[in-house]
């Protein structure tokens, strides 16, 4: 183990490890020297001494969720992201991962070790944990009985800030009726009734006009309603006699003959509706004081897809800073959520390649969000709902290719000759799934290089199952500005929102 240490130093100064003609190796770039690493450890100690404590409240708070963004994801992702520069990848920090103050959030739920989007950011979002598929309600309610909800609504943060003349935003790269972004201004029994062609399938709730998510943001009553509201699921709020605008073959699928675009714009003075990235960017924000924007039918494209074609659709980091400069506007201030939605589908999916590019998209969201900031007035949090069951597997050299097989270093301290190989001297892959679709039923294939770093390959997984789950384990919380050193520790999720309100004066009674 000594040699193969000291191995890696020398060969990470003379970067000999890093074979020219081997794609997945990559050069560290900077200079490590054990003279470096001892500079670099001063210099970040005496960087969190000088940590400013910010006791002052906040004017606006910004609330970053990667769903099911687990630690696992992060630590993939942020090698990804650096390998995608040509450097190695271990050393790089996510825009986020600079936040002076971070904690552990435990995701478990009232009846649930393993939860789902639902409760766990109704819980970030109101400060209750509840149950199981229920929406911005607390633990009283019984998932799908929606005679339960009134009286049980658990009040969001995006309410009291609306009710205390703030401004607020929800974007999404999800539906904005899917469960992360409904949690903050729907109050339900079933996260799925996301329009009133869902609700159908449950009589007693549609027969007693039970409003669905759709609805509920369109008919949104605190305070003068969102300003922003962005992402996908465009279908949800349109009818099923209506032809899509960018789909002409495809329809909206609401059941009441209602339009909630046009009902948005009816509703709001100022107002505006946009579906393409044309009319998003002819949006002037000085002007508009209620931005819809609904870019796909279902949840808009993940970044690598959306990129083949970047003019149809908005990318999250540009809906987040239209969003920040929009709500600037109030001198009172504003509340903002914006949600990387799809780190999660892709997860589900057992495709690792595009989530990790999803955490990069979510992570230059922040990037750019921070330019346009005031930290001495404004709270920015990142964290995620729950956690996926990727792991990071073998002893891969330093630089590997994050998407690569394993292969190690070999005995000499150089890297290995040949691939890392089970008992059956076949190779893996360093990132696989506990479950998912990528099982196989029988033997392992002989996996290389060229496929299994494809984008949509889906990496090996243990149990067969058809949709990738949930991981049960604690996710991260990043934070900087006004409170944000309360972020601390080993927390329960829904203290997050304590933070948030108590950084802007809301919600204590
Ligand atoms: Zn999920």
Redesign the pocket.
């Known amino acids: 183990m000594h040699s193969v240490l000291a191995g890696l130093m020398i060969a990470s100064i003379t970067g000999s490890l890093f074979g020219q003609n081997d794609q997945r190796m990559y050069p560290v770039k900077r200079v490590e020297t054990p003279e470096t690493w001892r500079r670099d450890g001063w210099n970040a100690i005496d960087m969190a001494k000088k940590t400013k404590i910010r006791t002052k409240k906040a004017k606006n708070v910004i609330l970053f969720l990667g ?2 963004m687990g630690i696992s994801t992060l630590t993939a992702a942020r090698i990804f992201e650096g390998q995608m520069r040509g450097e190695s990848g271990e050393e790089n920090r996510l825009s986020f991962e600079e936040f002076p103050f971070s904690a552990l959030s435990k995701t478990y739920q009232v009846n649930q070790q393993t939860a ?2 639902a409760p766990t950011m109704s819980a970030v979002i109101t400060g209750v944990k509840t149950d199981e598929g229920i929406i911005s309600v607390d633990q009283n309610v019984r998932f799908g009985d929606h005679t339960t909800v009134a009286g049980n609504e658990a009040k969001t943060m995006l309410e009291y800030a609306e009710d205390a003349g703030k401004w607020t935003g929800v974007i999404s790269t999800a539906r904005l009726t899917h469960a992360t972004p409904a949690a903050c201004y729907a109050h339900t029994a079933n996260r799925d009734w996301e329009s009133d062609a869902d609700i159908f399938k449950k009589k007693e709730a549609h027969e007693a006009g039970f409003p669905d998510i759709a609805r509920q943001l369109i008919e949104f009553k605190y305070g003068d309603g969102l300003e922003v509201a962005m992402g996908g699921g465009r279908s949800k709020f349109t009818p099923k006699e209506m032809a899509d605008p960018e789909y002409p073959k495809e329809t909206g699928e609401r059941l009441d003959k209602r339009d909630l675009s046009q009902e948005w714009l009816r509703k709001y003075k100022d107002s505006a509706y946009v579906w393409n990235r044309e009319q998003f960017e002819n949006i002037d924000v000085t002007k508009t004081r209620h931005l819809l924007g609904l870019f796909e039918p279902s949840h808009m494209k993940y970044e690598f897809d959306r990129l083949k074609n970047p003019s149809e659709e908005p990318s999250l980091a540009e809906m987040a800073t239209k969003a920040v400069d929009l709500l600037s506007r109030n001198k009172r201030g504003y509340f903002l959520m914006v949600e990387g939605g799809r780190i ?2 892709a ?2 999916d057992g495709n690792a390649f595009r989530a990790l590019r999803e955490v990069v998209s979510l992570s230059d969201a922040v990037r750019a969000v921070m330019k346009k900031v005031d930290l001495e007035e404004t709270l920015i949090i990142v964290t995620a709902d ?1 956690s ?1 069951t990727l792991v990071i597997q073998g002893y891969p050299a330093r630089g590997n290719n994050i998407l690569g097989l394993a292969r190690g270093v070999g005995d000499g301290g150089e890297l290995d000759k040949e691939d890392s190989t089970d008992r059956n001297k076949k190779p893996y892959t360093t990132l696989s799934y506990a479950n998912g679709p990528g099982a196989r039923t029988g033997d392992r294939p002989v996996l290389t290089n060229p496929q299994v770093i494809l984008p949509d390959y889906k990496q090996e997984s243990n149990m067969p199952l058809k949709s990738e789950t ?1 991981g049960g384990e604690d996710v991260a919380i990043y934070a900087i500005g006004p409170n944000a050193h309360l972020i601390r520790g080993s927390m329960e999720q829904n203290w997050i929102f304590y933070v948030m309100a108590d950084a802007m004066g809301l919600a204590r009674k």
């Open positions: 769903d099911g789902d989007s999660d589908h997860h589900h729950h996926h949930h």
